[in-house]
């Protein structure tokens, strides 16, 4: 097995073993980068120093007979949470020199757990966007076919993760960010329900839809995650105060009992889902496969409605927007990061600072968000869209009624091709349309690998689960990944 292939758990047991070292580990993953991210453009920042240093310590404490869950492991962290003595930029020019005094929870809770982190990845700027094109810095290339791109917003953890270069990533998920660059990549990604992990020093985009969690090499490296990064955090007031499951175990004990399936469990299909415009039929077949391959292991299918969908795009795009106008007032050019210097008054600094720091997509969000909140029209369209967000919530209320999961596709296309939809806003915004609602209702969704376009590029299998109810949706994901078995390394690149 070579070092760059491994999953957390294999790691895990030649770190503990002896076999291999942290500081091998980080070597081949950094030799990976310099000879690899010149092209992809994953990372935004490499700590290749502050890795190694990390890296030394944590074979002292494995040699000293120290057990830990991520003792030594290095990890790739999307470059909107805030890392002490790092630089964090959001992806953006404003904070493009911004080096935070404190680590975000997360983050300190992964050092706590012995993690290396090896560097900051890129983004589409503030997380605004689905292939991170909207990058202050630079675009991010697809391990599996370098003129598409790896989706968004967490583009650069899902491309670094499928190129071999970081063993685990952390993403954020607004609308899709971690399940569709996941899906993209041909590597797995699971939004937690909102609450579950704390965001304090997250970078805020949309605060009411905003989640942290894991894009890994499997479903039990997902898992594993979670059980270190879930938890109740006082200094997040939006962070649930709840018991964290072991979500390990319960894929352990289910992949231990050998005669184990998934009995008993039912999954809705939404019927709207399968019927948008424009569902490409590869993942169309790819989806209807891996259904198939759930219902083998005992999943019993039904057909269940989610009569929002048609409005959950345009709610969503009001919303966020709205949120992202109220959060990003703070980079005004006094407090944070860039300031345009060539201004007569302060009133031309916040205009030129803006203008010159934000890039287009970012300024566009903030202008149709501060219009749906101004006064006259408040009610219009942030209210309305409020309102659909509460009936998407009632949809997914009634469907966990009759089913334990709901399944679909994780994007109605694989990935697209570089430039292909940049100068068409609109046609972005719909490729979130099978991952948004789950965010507008604070539900847990999973991307999971399920097959193959024809052009060879990986398609993801989306499994939701009713909030805080994450087990089912890791249970049939691991089921589903232990029957398809496939191969997450891009050729060309391994
Ligand atoms: N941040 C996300 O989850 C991505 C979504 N496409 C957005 O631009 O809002």
């Known amino acids: 097995m070579k070092l760059h292939e491994m999953t957390i758990q294999q790691a895990r047991a030649e770190l503990d073993g002896g076999a291999v070292t942290s500081a091998d580990l980080v070597d081949e993953l950094l030799g990976r980068i310099e000879r690899l991210d010149s092209d992809l453009g994953a990372y935004i920042t490499v700590d290749a120093e ?214 008993g469990m039912k999954a809705g299909i939404p019927k709207e889902f399968m019927s948008v415009k424009g569902l490409d039929p590869d993942v169309e077949a790819a989806f209807n496969n891996a259904r198939k391959v759930l219902e083998d292991q005992g999943v019993e299918m039904i057909e269940i409605s989610l009569p929002q969908t048609d409005y959950a795009v345009a709610a969503y795009y009001v919303i966020a927007p709205s949120e992202a106008s109220s959060n990003l007032a703070r980079f005004d050019g006094v407090r944070y990061g860039f300031r345009d210097r060539n201004a007569s008054d302060l009133i031309d600094m916040y205009k030129k600072t803006k203008s010159r720091g934000f890039g287009a997509e970012v300024q566009r969000r903030i202008i149709t968000g501060t219009y749906a909140l101004s006064a006259g029209y408040y009610d219009a369209y942030y209210g309305r869209a409020t309102r659909v967000r509460s009936m998407i919530r009632e949809d997914f209320s009634k469907a966990f009624k009759e089913c334990d999961i709901i399944i679909s596709p994780v994007a109605p296309t694989p990935a697209f091709r570089i430039g292909e939809n940049v100068d068409d806003p609109l046609t972005m915004y719909l490729t979130d349309i099978f991952t948004l609602s789950t965010n507008m209702a604070g539900l847990p969704g999973l991307s999971v690998p399920c097959g193959f376009s024809s052009e060879g590029l990986p398609i993801g299998f989306q499994i939701m689960a009713d909030r805080f109810n994450e087990i089912p949706l890791l249970k049939a994901g691991y089921g589903l990944e232990r029957a398809l078995e496939i191969s997450v390394k891009p050729q060309l690149i391994y």
């Open 50 to 263: 502050g890795a190694k240093r990390s890296a030394r310590e944590a074979d002292k404490r494995i040699a000293a007979g120290e057990r830990l869950p991520l003792l030594g492991i290095p990890i790739a962290l999307k470059d909107l949470l805030c890392t002490r003595g790092v630089r964090t930029t959001c992806g953006s020019k404003i904070l493009e020199n911004f080096v935070p005094e404190y680590d975000a929870t997360v983050v300190k809770i992964l050092k706590d757990a012995g993690a290396v982190i090896i560097g900051k990845t890129n983004l589409d700027e503030f997380a605004m966007g689905s292939s991170t094109e909207n990058s202050g810095f630079h675009i991010t290339r697809n391990p599996w076919n370098r003129d598409c791109v790896p989706g968004g917003s967490s583009g650069g953890s899902a491309a670094a993760m499928a190129a071999g270069m970081c063993t685990a990533a952390l993403g954020t998920d607004t609308g899709g960010s971690i399940r569709q660059p996941a899906s993209h990549c041909g590597v797995v990604g699971l939004k937690p329900t909102y609450g579950r992990v704390s965001r304090f020093g997250l970078v805020s985009y949309a605060s009411s839809l905003d989640q942290i969690g894991p894009i890994t090499r499997d479903v039990t490296d997902a898992a594993l995650l979670m059980n270190v990064i879930c938890g109740h955090d006082p200094r997040d007031s939006t962070s649930a105060d709840v018991d964290t499951p072991d979500f390990m175990s319960a894929i352990q004990s289910f992949d231990q009992d050998k005669s184990s399936s998934l009995k």
